[in-house]
Nanobody
């Protein structure tokens, strides 16, 4: 069984910064990629950023220049550093890992999400 646990969400003022983390644990043979997604109230979930095992990153336009995704392979952890936050960044941020396990190849696993609220 594989688990992804996010942490670091909270309340931040507009223009502020916040870092959220996602740690993967369990029967993981390897992690192919990890990514952050968000879902704002009344909206569909959208991609924020992804990082591959090799370190290649990709960002949605909404976060380019403000968000940075980073991965610590030794800790099976992915981080999302968010700066210059705006009220429209308010959402539940969830991480997703594409992992190989002893029984499955390229299995998609979601975390439970962490709430980020940008408000004064």
């Amino acid at each position: 069984q594989v688990q992804l646990v996010e942490s670091g969400g909270g309340l931040v003022q507009p223009g502020g910064s916040l870092r959220v983390s996602c740690a993967a644990s369990g029967s993981i043979s390897s992690i192919l990629s990890m990514g952050w997604y968000r879902q704002a109230p009344g909206k569909e979930r959208e991609l924020v950023a992804t990082v591959t095992n090799g370190g290649d990153t990709d960002y949605a336009d909404s976060g380019k220049g403000r968000f940075t995704i980073a991965r610590d392979n030794a800790k099976n952890t992915v981080y999302l550093q968010m700066t210059s936050l705006k009220p429209e960044d308010t959402a539940v941020y969830s991480c997703k890992g594409q992992v190989n396990t002893p029984g499955f190849h390229n299995l998609g696993v979601w975390g439970q999400g962490t709430l980020v609220t940008v408000s004064s």
